[in-house]
């Protein structure tokens, strides 16, 4: 039985708000409103279901009014629903709502009044962030299901060489797609009870994760054409350029290339005072998911089998340069160039040529 909507207090004007700040406090069963006027007041507060019809309902008293919410798993539905209602939506960043994780007292009444009460101020101080378009966020998702697989794939495949190492037998090296092939081919198929269902489970997700790899391959031939560019560069395959472009969605979004870096969290982050100026890490902000394939994407460019071009020459020089993390910043900076190097090709369509003719000269 759906449960029902129950309001904490009712006291909603006929007339339009234009100047009212509506505070959302969304979680998967409920969502907690809070309403203030021009001045601060606090004129609604009320408890509804975390349902389209019913959020509809709650905010239909005060047309294009400003809407606060925090990232979460329902922001992106219930963001684009609104913003289509014509409300000013801002999805706050929770690095930036400190006030609401390290409150004294938190509940989700006081934290949908925090919002309000933000979001009446400055929404800048939020650091807003857009969502991604619905279509976007579908195709998406069957990237991430593609990489759900094969993470379960290799958990089971060192599962099986713990489960075997632990009664004294050695499994045979081999690819994940090989391995439960030559598991058997070494008689290693029946080393423990269960062997030979975990070898099957394998080999199913080996056959999902071909299909969705050419079900992306598709995708991005036909509804992305955008990222036969990308794949120009040497490393960036059709999981990587689809990625990129489904992460950014429009690249006008940004005013320099070197913009995208920032945002993908691959510049260090700052904290200077005075004549202090510390080396720290990188920020880490934005798609995890999309700096992940850059940095595998830089981990070929600087192996053994990439290519001779500028991208590598860069890394390989930071290499040089010795030190106990040479390699790891020369992966991070080669992952922030790539992902300049490929908003670049997206906005100029250009050719790629991985070394300038001086450089091949030479």
Known sequence: MRPKSRRLAVRKPNTSHPSVTIGLDVSDRWTHLCALDAEGQCIERMRVA??????????AGYPRSRVVLEVGPHSPWVSRMLARLQYEVVVANPRRVKLIGRADRKTDRIDAETLARLG????ELLHPIAHRG???????????VRDGL??????????????????????????????AKRVREAGSGDVFPGMEELLTAIEQLCVSIRKLEHEIERLGAERYPETRRLRQVAGVGPITSLAYVLTIEDPRRFARSRDVGAYLGLTPRQRESGEARPELAISKRGDEFMRRLLIEAAHYTLGP??????????????????????KKRAVVAVARKLAVLLHRLWVTAEVYRPLQPAQRAA
Do not use: N, Y
């Open 50 to 59: 975390t349902r389209e019809s019913a959020l509809v309902e709650a905010c």
């Open 120 to 123: 009446r101020m400055d929404p």
């Open 134 to 144: 619905e279509q976007a966020q579908k195709d998406l998702a069957l990237l991430r």
């Open 150 to 179: 094969v993470r379960a794939r290799t958990q089971l495949i060192q599962r099986g060489r713990g489960l075997a190492k632990a009664l004294g037998v050695r499994l045979p090296a081999s690819t994940a797609t090989g391995f």
């Open 305 to 326: 089998f990439g290519p001779d071009s500028e991208l590598r020459r860069f890394g390989l020089r930071l290499v040089g340069q010795g030190g106990k993390r040479a």
